[in-house]
């Protein structure tokens, strides 16, 4: 039965653009093609926490101008697992119950959670525990949700990451430099990789590829020759150093990576002499308008959840496959995490580009030539 569900809506993990224009879609949706309530839980699992539990109702009036809006207007969190929930005195509480019951005092049919893989299994596991009716909506600026070709949020942060490489060609050329970008991504190198493409970088570094840094400076000293006495590099901020360090900002009981730029900046120069100078764009990436890519996957996710719902078809989570949308299981939605495949076709793309990825790339006929010399010994990878 279709017909006078009250649902709820939640928001959980890293915000991102798009997540209004989400909200908004199943606001409008549940409203104007069903006559439902809708209620916007605040601030993901705590508002479920609080007593009363702190949630809203929504109308369309209410959400329709966050449509372009980055955030969450619901707020979010990606602290404090609710199983292992961190408390004043330092002890840590399973607070699940606590949570279902508030579900239950507001009396919804069902419940939309948008969060990636984290942010879906907890709420999945809290689901099975409770009896709630959840519907899953992937987002996130990383784009590693398993089964989803895309997450709402990557476009947008490949946009901005874009941007400013557009942005630093200039400068970089005007000075001779090495700009070095670093961006967000986490282990998944998809949005160095989509950005460097896009952007035209130099040399793009991704978790999933080893490199060497004499390779970079290599390629960068081929550019000088030719007659480009600057380069632009981006790389994912879980990229390691040579010897395989992870680089974290701080020392926080979190893993904050960060700094992986600057170490670049450093070897770079010290290597090859170059001047370098390092942007970090950080939380840049999650913010501001959506992308009418993003606003688009927002609103095709937001309305199939709602018709999951209107389906009574729980414990699946939309995504987007092959130019639609298509529910899977949660369960198998987030089984797999995607990082980026070092065959696959956008490494192979950046390849035909000539664009370094750190790794030992030569030339047919220097790889023939050393081929020759060192019999059948290949010595390095060959573009395909
Ligand atoms: O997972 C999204 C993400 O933006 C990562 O790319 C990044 O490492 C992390 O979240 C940053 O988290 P926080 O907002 O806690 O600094």
Same mark, same amino acid.
């Given at each position: ?39 916007? *839980? ?40 609710? @199983?292992? @929930? ?82 630093? &060609? ?26 460097? *493409? ?7 570094? *991704? ?24 380069? *632009? ?133 220097? &790889? ?17």
């Amino acid at each position: 039965m279709a017909t006078g569900k009250k649902i709820g809506i939640l928001t959980s993990g890293g915000d991102c653009a798009g997540l209004n224009a989400v909200i908004r879609a199943v606001t409008r949706c549940a409203i104007e093609i069903y006559g439902w309530e809708v209620h916007g *839980i605040c601030k993901a699992t705590h508002g479920l926490m609080t007593r009363p539990p702190e949630s809203k109702r929504l109308s369309i009036k209410q959400v329709d101008p966050y449509l372009t809006m980055g955030g969450t207007f619901l707020g979010t969190t990606n602290k404090g697992d609710p @199983f292992a @929930f961190p408390m004043s005195d330092g002890s840590l509480r399973d607070r699940s119950e606590e949570i279902i019951e508030g579900y239950h005092q507001l009396g919804l049919d069902a419940l939309i959670g948008i969060g990636g893989d984290g942010s879906l299994a907890i709420l999945r596991k809290l689901a099975q525990q409770g009896g709630i009716n959840l519907v899953g909506i992937p987002k996130t600026i990383d784009n590693d949700v398993g089964i989803t070709e895309r997450s709402i949020g990557f476009d947008t942060a490949v946009n901005i990451a874009t941007e400013a490489i557009d942005r630093l &060609h200039f400068t970089a050329a005007s000075h001779s430099r090495v700009m070095i970008v670093e961006v967000m991504g986490r282990d998944a190198g998809h949005i160095a990789l989509n950005a460097g *493409i896009a952007g035209g970088a130099d040399v793009i570094l *991704i978790p999933e590829i080893a490199y060497s840094l004499e390779n970079i400076c290599r390629h960068i000293k081929q550019r000088q020759a030719h007659g480009y006495d600057y380069s *632009i590099v981006i790389v994912s901020e879980a990229v390691c150093t040579e010897a395989g360090a992870l680089l974290e900002q701080g020392h926080f009981a979190d893993c904050r990576l960060g700094g992986v730029g600057q170490y670049l900046a450093e070897s770079i120069t010290s290597l090859s002499g170059a001047e370098t100078r390092v942007t970090v764009l950080g939380h840049t990436q999650r913010g501001g308008i959506s992308s009418p890519l993003d606003r688009i996957l927002a609103s095709a996710f937001g309305v199939a959840a709602v018709e999951l719902i209107a389906n009574e078809q729980y414990d699946q989570m939309v995504t987007w496959q092959e130019r639609s949308v298509k529910a899977v299981p949660i369960a198998e939605a987030i089984r797999d995490y995607r990082t980026v495949e070092p065959e696959g076709t956008l490494v192979k793309t950046a390849r035909g580009l000539g664009i370094c990825l750190g790794d030992r790339i030569i030339s047919r006929t220097e &790889h023939e030539q050393l081929s020759e010399a060192l019999g059948a010994n290949r010595p390095a990878t060959v573009p395909a």
